[in-house]
């Protein structure tokens, strides 16, 4: 006999990845498994990495603006609405209302596109095909919106430093009512296919366990963080483009598992559906641009502006030296940072929770790697 | 009865080329094929009989139950090394003696012809195959050993679950 | 001579007719599942797509054949090879009508009437799994070989349960033999309620088809049970590495599957091919007025169309299903074709709740699946067995 037992081979290193149905994207991750159990994980990202933030030095302020839009891609209106608030703010420029609640609109449009994006896929991972095209059914009303409003679907370009380019084009308030109608409906029809679905409960819950302690360790912030009970909502917690006006709530969870975030975010949709309602309601008139100059020259200085975006906070530092270029932009992405905390919420899960807990953090590889 | 005859000796060869097969392949996996053509050939011999219960149950247990948890555990092991060990011990010389003297029993039996032999003649079974005769048999005649069996058989569950629960 | 003839006859519509079947159960499911998703499923090729299943067997069958380097040859070319002869193995029992006359021959709607043919079935159903574990092993990769370990994990554990399910509606029959099972289930209490197994005195077996039902999503690896090939997990499971026609060969295999096994129910549970309800109530009327009602309402939509295309093809559709109207409503053929309509049709609703099903749920995990099997369908399997087995004691007729 040999000396060591051949049967020893209870440690398998899988790899999944970067070309793998469910990891999102090219993200790759490189799984230690006993058995089926994980033992431990390795992200290794930077497949789609393009350097955005290095580009931003050797473009103006307004050239980088369309930028922004592809990293978040799914999200891209939260994109610009970032960028367009950290630049006002270097700039001093003040907002018209109009352009503010033209914004909420469009964002929170935006908002329940990138959940229901997220529905769809986190659905198709879980087994369940059918969600993902009911998602993609309303998504489409929500993408025809900005299509007819700045003629792009994806990656929009919505906004300008200083306001908006373009006027609302003639139904656009009875396009967004008339989504929001035929939108509240539907999400209860989410909810009929999956809430009170056994397999998708058993799927779910206590799955991907992240409480509120962990989260602020890692930084974790948006629907992750307010799954785990923490009620951190930047557009309550530090209000920009006049969310103060509007009444609605944070939903939180309890447990922090993944079944709590499924639920948060089925909450988030319907809470946007609310806040486009009244900012339609109390839609002011007057200009749409504020006072910019023609050429933006910020002066010597730096900010750091952060909104609450679909996946969490997204910030921008930008460093100005006083020239039409940035010195320096960083980009705190949501994704990149909730993206840590997949070691922590797999360990110990099955192979399959894995894909579960990818889905559930809902990353956008553009936005990890920039 | 051409057909009896010749399927006779293919299940025959079948049996016997998959037991050779068996202990030559280096391959696990194929080793575990090989005895699963022998088992297959073995219930063919039953159907031949006329014994469809048989054959049935070969395939049922053996075929689809045992063997797919051989296979379960030859698939978990490491081949590459069992591939490289030696596979015949040193007693080849006593396997030999061995297969000399069955053979020559079988010689010698073959050689006193078929009136040396006493066939029992098996009647045409009732309708429905053997099922019942056998079910009759094992449930009347032979109610207790076989109830001590699968007794025997728990037992052997029960301490394979717990030895296997010490591990965890 | 005139037997092996018959038989060869028959062998070869059957397996005219399944291949056939194959072919459209593909398309058939494409389309229930585009509509389950407000889609509209293969529409190009060929009217309402219906040429799709060719074009798409054509492709695979034209594809290269690629064997990767690593493999373990022979066991990677056996294993779909394996996984279609098995799959096709059990058709040879399974009787589609009674005893009928055609062309002054009298002869019966099955291939082979084994007196075990119960116990066939199963015996080959427990070897398919061996196709599945080859192929994972025989890929000699990581993905292929977790999809084998899952695959034959599950097939043990569910058939278990499925062969509980099936042992009870035999104590009712008292035989091995399908036709018989059938014929026992003949009848109808009240003048109306058949005397399926399913609601046969003494002991109703409606918990053993529940049972049957779930265990044989599992036995066909379908969802909610497909984990060996849990595409978003396991990229494709234990057919990762095969590609063009060895590819196929695992998906007929499939197909095949689900057809033998909703067969299965039919015959062991629904009644096989006897009506629903008495001749007397018009049973024999139901497939004229089905297909007639299909025509009607495909030249109802022909003639309101949107489509151009749609009025031309949509009357040739209803006239179609006027055509089989009409032949169903010849009495003198009734005795040869409503048997194998109803038991077609029962076949084809099990079908339906496999696609229906697989458009509305989302797949178990692995341990959770396990749970399942053992902790609840195999106590329920039990459970059922000696319920049914002590009420036929007590109640049965000797």
Redesign the interface.
Same mark, same amino acid.
């Given at each position: 006999m040999p000396d060591g037992t051949f049967l020893d081979a209870t440690e398998l290193v899988l790899n999944m990845g970067p070309q793998h149905p469910s990891t999102h994207g090219v993200l790759r991750v490189i799984l230690k498994l006993d058995g089926e159990k994980v033992i431990g994980t390795e992200c290794v990202i930077g497949y789609l990495h393009r350097g955005i933030e290095k580009i931003a030095e050797n473009r103006t302020y307004a050239q980088f603006a369309p930028y922004v839009d592809r990293m978040d891609y799914v999200a891209a209106v939260s994109n610009g609405l970032g960028y367009c608030l950290a630049v006002e703010k270097l700039l001093g420029v003040e907002v018209p209302p109009r352009a503010q609640a033209v914004r909420v609109i469009l964002t929170e449009l935006n908002r329940i596109a990138s959940h229901l994006i997220w529905l769809g896929t986190h659905a198709l991972d879980v087994g369940a095909i059918t969600p993902l095209f009911y998602c993609m059914r309303e998504r489409e009303e929500i993408l025809n919106i900005f299509e007819k409003y700045c003629g792009a679907r994806l990656t929009t370009h919505a906004f300008r430093i200083g306001g908006l380019q373009y006027e609302t084009y003639d139904t656009f308030e009875e396009d967004v009512r008339a989504f929001c109608d035929m939108f509240l409906p539907r999400v209860d029809e989410y909810e009929e296919l999956l809430t009170g679905n056994r397999i998708w409960i058993g799927r779910l819950r206590n799955v991907g366990i992240l409480n509120a302690e962990d989260c602020k360790a890692y930084g974790v912030t948006g629907p992750l963080l307010r799954a785990a009970g923490v009620k951190w909502d930047l557009r309550k917690a530090q209000p920009y483009s006049g969310y103060e006006q509007y009444d609605f709530e944070i939903p939180t969870g309890t447990n922090g598992d993944s079944y709590d975030r499924y639920l948060v975010r089925i909450q988030e949709m319907r809470q946007s559906v609310r806040i486009i309602r009244q900012a339609l309601d109390g839609l002011p008139g007057g200009p749409i641009m504020g006072k910019v100059p023609k050429v933006i020259k910020p002066p010597v200085g730096e900010v750091y502006v952060s909104i609450e975006a679909p996946k969490g906070e997204l910030g921008y530092y930008i460093v100005s030296d006083g020239s039409t270029q940035p010195y320096r932009v960083r980009v705190r992405p949501p994704s990149f940072v909730n993206l840590q905390a997949l070691d922590k919420m797999c360990r110990g899960a099955l192979v399959a929770d894995v894909v579960v807990v990818i889905g559930t953090i809902d990353i956008v590889l553009g936005e990890v790697d920039r | 009865m051409w057909v009896d005859t010749f399927f006779f000796y293919l299940f025959a060869l079948v049996t016997l080329a998959g037991g050779v097969l068996t202990v030559t392949r280096r !391959?696990a $996996?194929?080793s575990a094929?090989s005895l @699963?053509l022998s088992l297959i050939g073995v219930a063919g011999l039953f159907l031949l009989q006329r014994a469809? %219960?048989l %054959? +049935? &149950?070969q @395939? $049922?247990l053996y &075929?689809?139950?045992i063997m $797919? /948890?051989f #296979? %379960?555990v030859i698939? /978990? $092991? !490491? #081949?590459d090394? +069992?591939a490289r060990?030696r596979q015949f011990s040193g007693q080849w010389w006593l396997a030999l003696a061995c297969v000399l003297a069955v053979a020559a029993q079988i010689v010698y039996v073959l050689s006193r012809g078929s009136g040396a032999f006493r066939f029992a003649r098996p009647e045409p079974p009732a309708? =429905? =195959?053997n &099922?019942e005769l056998v079910a009759d048999v094992l449930f009347k005649q032979y109610l207790l050993p076989f109830e001590l069996a699968s007794v025997l058989l728990l037992a052997a569950i029960v301490g394979s679950v717990i030895m296997a629960r010490k591990r965890i | 001579m005139d037997f092996y003839l018959i038989t060869a006859v028959k062998a070869a519509a059957l397996m005219g007719f399944l291949l056939l079947t194959l072919l459209y159960l593909q398309w058939i499911e494409r389309k229930v599942i585009a509509h389950v998703q407000v889609r509209i499923g293969p529409s190009r090729v060929g009217p309402h797509g219906l040429l799709q299943p060719v074009a798409d067997s054509l492709k695979l069958l034209l594809k290269e054949d690629l064997i990767p380097p690593h493999v373990n040859r022979f066991l990677y070319l056996a294993a779909p090879f394996l996984a279609v002869t098995l799959a096709l193995l059990s058709y040879a029992v399974i009787p589609f009508g009674p005893e009928i006359e055609i062309f002054g021959v009298r002869t019966r709607l099955q291939l082979a009437d084994l007196d075990i043919a119960v116990l066939f079935v199963l015996a080959v159903s427990s070897m398919t799994v061996y196709a599945v574990v080859l192929a994972g092993w025989s890929s000699n990769s990581k993905y292929p070989l977790l999809g084998a370990l899952r695959s034959a994990a599950q097939m043990i554990s569910y058939e278990l349960p499925l062969a509980l399910a099936v042992a009870a509606p035999l104590l009712l029959a008292n035989t091995l033999n399908l036709r018989e099972i059938v014929e026992r289930q003949d009848g109808f209490y009240l003048g109306l309620l058949p005397r399926w197994n399913v609601f046969q005195l003494p002991a109703p077996q409606i918990l053993g088809l529940v049972v049957f039902v779930i265990a044989m999503f599992a036995e066909t690896n379908r969802v909610p049970f497909d984990l060996p090939e849990a595409e978003n997990e396991l990229v494709a499971g234990f057919h990762t590495e095969y590609s063009a026609m060895k590819f196929a060969a695992f998906f007929m295999a499939e197909y095949a599957n689900m057809i033998t096994i909703s067969a299965m129910a039919t015959l062991l549970f629904l009644g096989g091919w006897l009506p629903p309800w008495p001749a007397w109530l018009g049973s024999n009327w139901v497939p004229m007025i089905l297909f007639a009602g299909a025509g009607a309402l495909a030249l109802y939509h022909g003639l309101n169309a949107e489509r151009a295309r749609d009025r031309r093809t949509l009357p040739i559709v209803a006239a179609g299903f006027f055509g089989a109207s009409l032949v169903f409503a010849l009495p003198a053929l009734h005795a040869l074709l409503i048997p194998p309509f109803w038991f077609l049709a029962k076949v084809g609703l099990l079908l339906w709740i496999f696609m229906w099903v697989r458009g509305t749920l989302p797949r178990f995990r692995y341990d959770q699946l396990m749970r399942f099997a053992w902790g609840t369908l195999f106590p329920l399997g039990v459970v059922n067995l000696l319920a049914t087995g002590l009420l036929v004691a007590l109640f049965g007729e000797a």
């Open positions: - | !391959n $996996v194929h094929m @699963i469809e %219960f %054959f +049935a &149950v @395939i $049922v &075929v689809g139950g $797919v /948890l #296979l %379960f698939m /978990l $092991v !490491n #081949l090394q +069992a060990m309708r =429905g =195959g &099922v | -």
